[in-house]
């Protein structure tokens, strides 16, 4: 595999909306952002992929762009992100922006002049369609729930497509015109110094054209729009546009990307990641898929520690020989990685949580960290639905309600699961608003800042936040560089129940990752002696010169083996 400058980097999602605000009106900032590199620098961050900050009506949190080159007043100004740039520059760290192109805002000149004039050019930049019987085009549902056609505003029967919100049409990627206005937009913010893209929902971008009806598959009479790419010649179509996207932008700045791709054909892995792939990387979100449900999050369930587990290695065994998986416990969709994968009563331990980090960060591939992570911070809990802000958690509890859960089990239900869980603010210090800001935050700050806090755990040796700084600069220590980046990633001891161990070899050295998810001592063999231990959560367990150790509850090591 030819080595990039990305393979043995840390990157680290910063939502601005949360992060931290350093002007007082209550929303985080860029500014705010640029005040905190050094805090991430010396957590040993070298990538902030920076989710949009773009023009917005802020409908879907700024996933719904309406100027792709200019900067929301709210997050700051262009000569802000300038220098945000100038300043992550100077302490070698890169930026990455968010590339949201398979919708824009409703919002958007482009929309706004379709909308005047569907039959004119740019008409053509969305799915304008006729209805079918008085109803929209075909029976898809949006990813929020309910159609995901609405009428284009002044008509009786012409529907436009939108997979996510109404506020976020669906860009029509047939037409070359768009493309081209997109690729010189990408072209545009790599010449300013981006070094690349998250890219935003990218495997939507290739539509059935047919847009025909799917069979029902909840009682709501819709049918998922995601089964569209299972049809024929969506995958084949989508490649194309990617093709053509590399090759326009990405390839000639040699640019660092990372694909949300969802729902790929694991045979079809090296399309996008091998070494002529659409994408440097693409998130491994098998362990966030655990416990769905396609009813929603009614039926969801959380996972055992076993499964989460098993669903990282099937993607290391998938992924070896191929490219890099950019590994997450969390992000802005989904709840905190401590809530989600740690059993109940292990939620407030810090070592279950330097164990779960460990075992993430660890594995071959990208760790991408999100804000708060590294502090160990949990979902929050909202009273009311009123209180929750994110458009999919209304549509999933109307979904809830639909399915015949009470107020109250539906708010159970969304409890887990809502984007807002990982949408509160940094917890940065035990003061008002959580030191986040001076101002009243714009959604409420977890209540448990006063325990969770940057403040607090940067003067502690033993916290979360230490920890992730010592995993990440294990990382990147030349002596293990070979093995912990380069070096395969074998799963072992994979009869244990809750216990997530993998050898990690290369450059002459074998490093073993042993992490007990799991409040269960065990006495456990190793497959070779330990020559030394080079982090261990926990006072005692292996030491050198023996083959075997008693891990306690929680504890996670990595041992140099002879
Ligand atoms: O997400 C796309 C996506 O498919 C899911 O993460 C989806 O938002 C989630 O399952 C709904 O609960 C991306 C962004 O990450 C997300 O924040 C945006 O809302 C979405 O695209 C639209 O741009």
Redesign the pocket.
Known sequence: MERQWWHNKAAYQIWPKSFYDSNGDGVGDLPGITAKLDYLKDLGVDIIWLSPVYQSPLA??G?DISDYQAIDPRFGTMEDMDRLLEEARKRDIRLVMDL?V??CSDEHIWFKKAVEDPEGPYGQYFYFRKGKNGNPPCNWRG??GGSAWSLVPGQSDLYYLHL?HEK?PDLNWENPALRREIYNMINWWLDKGVAGFRI??IVNIKKDLAFRDYPADRPDGLSDCRRMLSEPGVAEGLGEFLEEMKRETFAPHKAFTVG?V?DTDPARLAEFIGPEGHFSTMFDFAPTCLGKDAQGWARAKQPTTTQYRDACFGSQRQAAGVGFLANIIE???EPRGVSQYLPKDAQDSEQAKTCLATASVLLRGIPFLYQGQELGMTNTRFERIEDVDDV?THG?YAACLALGLTEAQALDACAQYS?DNARTPVQWTDGENAGFTTGTPWIGVNPNYTRINAREQQARPDSVLNWYKKLLALRKDPRWEEALVWGDCEPVMEEEEGLMAYRRTGGGKTLLVVCNLSELPRSLALSGTIRQVLLNNQEGGPQPGFDRYAAQPWQAVVLELE
Request: cysteine-free; charged content about 30%; glycine content about 0%.
């Open positions: 879907d949190q996933y949201v398979n919708h990813y929020f996510f976020q935003d929902a949300e969802f992000n802005h969709d999919s999933e984007r």
